[in-house]
């Protein structure tokens, strides 16, 4: 049971947080009855207002506003950076169960102490590895996730990793979400999603289930840029069309899911390169403008872990892409487009073998553009044996149907020798 002003409030109170309130709580603004602020009624239509320096999104049906950015949890910011993003108006922090074995949503939970009511929890869990008492044990897992939350409920409860629709829509599943959203101690249900997502999250959205998607999105998302293109100088107008993920953004925004890109800096380190910015614009913060330039994006999730990638994460609040930003990124596109796996999944339904080829990838990047290299080593190890590529040998067929160009059996030789 949730506590208000010292008092315990009861469900029915607790679920209409979702329908009224202050932004604090990330709640909607479209009711203008007392305790509402004044501003809620005149910016609701918008679906978008402005409160000090931060910008707030409508996050689709869950009626959440939402801080334009997020912070992501992969590691959690140390406490300082953490408590300046909460004071400066970031309201949405992700994590999950896997991330440094609990200790993200440990972080989180010490961090929110005393402002629970001011910041909206999303996390995450793995209900598809569960072998058997699926309900159950998903259930158990997310009462262990409050429990290091140090809360009585989380806002936003995800499918981590979803690569199927039986994944998210399994029957255990959806009956663990019902139970506790009864129960109080889940407000919405989502899920995160980083490979395929135009086979993946079609059905998913459809069905109903899922209020949030966290969605892999980036300047690279979407554009098969070939070889020739490259050698041509040709990037393709339109990013998202050719790949089927703006046909996703446009049925999400149909059925009013809320979407929150994350993975946004895909395509090198976050360093800032002097190559790539346009007068004080730096290259992540053209990222991020391009990102929450999608009009379907509430939220953009960056991992502050400093003050300097704080400071300039948030100047982008409230900006938008210049024309010479977006040509940066054209060319950026066009240098790295060999070497940046857009996880479409066309290498996995071509493989004949089954290697997880994208998660490989994933720990490459953790590897060589995160500096998470014990994380990828880890993750690498416990998902890829040696007998994986026992089929490879004389196998290109990942390269050949790789619309991007990428030399895929290179990278998985690469990352066979510096994480296995």
Not at 190 to 218: F, K, M, Q, T, W
Not at 300 to 317: C, G, K, Q, R, T
Not at 329 to 351: N, P, Y
Not at 387 to 405: K, S
């Amino acid at each position: 049971m949730s506590q208000q002003n010292g008092r315990k409030i009861n469900r029915r109170e607790f679920l209409g947080q979702g329908l009224a309130g202050a932004i604090g709580v990330g709640v909607a603004l479209g009711s203008s009855g007392a305790g509402s602020p004044a501003w809620a009624a005149e910016e609701n239509a918008a679906k978008r207002l402005r409160k000090g320096g931060m910008v707030y999104r409508r996050l689709g049906r869950t009626e959440l506003m939402v801080s334009e950015l997020g912070l992501g949890g992969s590691p959690s910011p140390p406490p300082p950076v953490f408590s300046a993003a909460l004071d400066r108006g970031v309201n949405f922090v992700d994590s999950s169960a896997v991330y440094g074995r609990g200790q993200g949503e440990r972080n989180i939970g010490r961090m929110i102490k005393g402002r629970r009511d001011k910041v909206i929890v999303c996390t995450k869990f793995h209900p598809y590895r569960f072998q058997t008492d699926v309900k159950a044990q998903s259930i158990k897992a997310v009462e262990d996730a409050l429990e290091r939350l140090q809360t009585d409920y989380i806002d936003i409860i995800c499918v981590h990793g979803a690569s199927a629709p039986e994944q998210c829509l399994n029957d255990d599943v959806l009956a663990a979400f019902a139970q506790l959203k009864q129960e109080g101690k889940v407000r919405f249900t989502g899920l995160s999603n980083h490979s395929d997502p135009a086979h993946v999250l079609p059905p998913i959205i459809e069905s109903g289930h899922y209020d949030v998607i966290l969605l892999a999105l980036s300047v690279f998302s979407g554009t098969r840029v070939t070889r020739a293109d490259v050698k041509a100088g040709k990037v393709y107008d339109n990013w998202l069309a050719d790949s089927g993920l703006q046909a996703v953004l446009d049925l999400a925004q149909e059925r009013d899911v809320g979407i929150v890109a994350m993975k946004t800096m895909a395509g090198g380190a976050r360093q800032k390169l002097a190559k790539y910015q346009v007068g004080e614009t730096t290259l992540p913060q053209a990222k991020l403008k391009w990102a929450l330039s999608r009009e379907a994006v509430a939220c953009a999730l960056s991992e502050m872990l400093n003050f300097d990638i704080l400071d300039e994460n948030l100047a982008v609040v409230g900006t938008t892409l210049s024309a010479n930003e977006q040509t940066m990124l054209r060319q950026h596109i066009l240098d790295r487009s060999a070497d940046v796996c857009r996880m479409c999944g066309t290498c996995l339904r071509a493989c004949p073998a089954g290697v997880p080829i994208l998660d490989i990838l994933r720990y490459i990047t953790y590897h060589d553009e995160h500096g998470k290299i014990r994380h990828a080593r880890q993750s690498y190890r416990r998902h890829v044996s040696a007998h994986t590529f026992a089929a490879c040998a004389d196998c290109d067929a990942c390269r050949r149907a790789c619309p991007h160009g990428l030399d895929i059996p290179a990278k998985l030789r690469y990352a066979r020798s510096v994480l296995a």
